[in-house]
Structures are given as C-alpha cells and as structure tokens.
C-alpha cells in the first residue's frame, strides 16, 4: 500500500495516552482537549513567545518542561477527537 510513517503520525495509542495524562495533569483533571491543541515544546530563549500564550506553560523552565521530547508537535486534540 504505500504508507509514509513519518513524524507523529508513527505515533502509538499509548504515546497519545502519555500526551492525554499529561494534558489532564496540567490542567486540573480536566481532559477537554480542544481540537486545535499541539503539544508544545519549550520556547527558545531568543523566542519566548512560541509557546502558546497559557500561563500553565510558561511556568516550566526547560528542564522541568512536562512534556517528552518525542511528544512534541503531537496534534493531541485532532488524535482525541
């Protein structure tokens, strides 16, 4: 058939699952993902506007970022729908 595994589309049920737990964490046990949410990755230090604008995200430094490496760029919501 063809398929392009590339990026996050190669990711599983339980990596989407690690996202939704996280996301349900942060967020005070609440699991309404809206559609357009992408997990973010931590701003740059040159650029600290490219994390969305939610105060949730903006009190980790990059070491203590919730979300894994890997998880980055996952359009959570659009998976959850």
């Known amino acids: 058939l063809g398929f392009q595994w590339s990026g996050n589309a190669s990711l599983g049920w339980l990596e989407v699952v690690h996202a939704a737990a996280i996301y349900s964490t942060l967020n005070g046990r609440n699991l309404d ?3 357009k949410f992408v997990v973010p990755a931590p701003a740059q ?3 600290k506007n ?3 604008s939610n105060s949730i995200f ?3 430094e990059h070491d203590a970022w919730p979300w894994p490496e890997n998880l980055w760029g996952l359009p959570l919501g659009q ?3």
Do not use: I, T
């Open 58 to 60: 903006n009190d980790f």
């Open 45 to 47: 230090n040159s650029n």
């Open 79 to 81: 998976r959850l729908k």
């Open 50 to 52: 490219a994390v969305e």
């Open 33 to 35: 993902v809206p559609l």
